[in-house]
């Protein structure tokens, strides 16, 4: 993410206290964990799954003027091939 000139954030529908638990399970994380409880953003970003009550996971590129550059609404955290096309679409920013 440094060589990309990028910052990563998460963000999910969970409170602090289980952010913190979460992050004390994997000896840490290497970005912030932001908290949605009233599951505002996602909402705004179209991601809430009303039938959870929970954020889908997706993955969203902003570019520096905070509009949505890229979207995968299909993310699979244990799919390396996800990763490999969030570096690429983030190397095509300017």
Do not use: C
């Amino acid at each position: 993410m440094v060589e990309a000139d990028a910052e990563l954030l998460g963000i999910s529908g969970d409170h602090v206290w289980a952010h913190k638990a979460y992050a004390k399970s994997l000896d840490g994380l290497p970005f912030p964990l932001l908290a949605d409880w009233g599951m505002h953003v996602t909402k705004q970003y179209g991601v809430h799954n009303p039938e959870r009550d929970a954020p889908k996971r997706v993955v969203f590129i902003l570019d520096r003027d905070g509009k949505v550059a890229f979207k995968n609404a299909a993310f699979d955290a244990r799919d390396p091939g996800h990763y490999v096309q969030v570096l690429e679409e983030l190397r095509k920013l300017p």
